[in-house]
Nanobody, 115 residues
Framework: QVRLVESGGGLVQPGESLRLSCKTSGINLRINTVDWYRQPPEKQREFVISSRSNGDAQYADSVKGRFTISRDNSRNMVYLQMNSLQPEDTGVYHC?????????WGRGTQVTVSS
């Protein structure tokens, strides 16, 4: 059974950093792509960043140069390092993967950037 559990969200001030974690189970991180999406308040869910098993990453333009993604295959963990956070980064951050043609999502972790 595929399961994704996010953690690490919180309330921070503009310019500060957070690291989100996604604990995965039921997939092989050496094979699967894992993404982060976010849903800002009263907006649609949007792509943030993606990590492929070969180490390639894709970034939304809005987070380039500020966010990075990494993974620890031995611990089945995927991390999202977010630096220089801005109020527009506020939202619920979800971990996502596709396995055997099905989409799987975590419940999300809230990130609020406010002074």
């Amino acid at each position: 059974q595929v399961r994704l559990v996010e953690s690490g969200g919180g309330l921070v001030q503009p310019g500060e950093s957070l690291r989100l974690s996604c604990k995965t189970s039921g997939i092989n991180l050496r094979i699967n792509t894992v993404d982060w999406y976010r849903q800002p308040p009263e907006k649609q869910r949007e792509f943030v960043i993606s990590s492929r098993s070969n180490g390639d990453a894709q970034y939304a333009d809005s987070v380039k140069g500020r966010f990075t993604i990494s993974r620890d295959n031995s611990r089945n963990m995927v991390y999202l390092q977010m630096n220089s956070l801005q109020p527009e980064d506020t939202g619920v951050y979800h971990c996502h993967t596709t396995f055997r043609g099905n989409d799987f999502w975590g419940r999300g972790t809230q990130v609020t950037v406010s002074s």
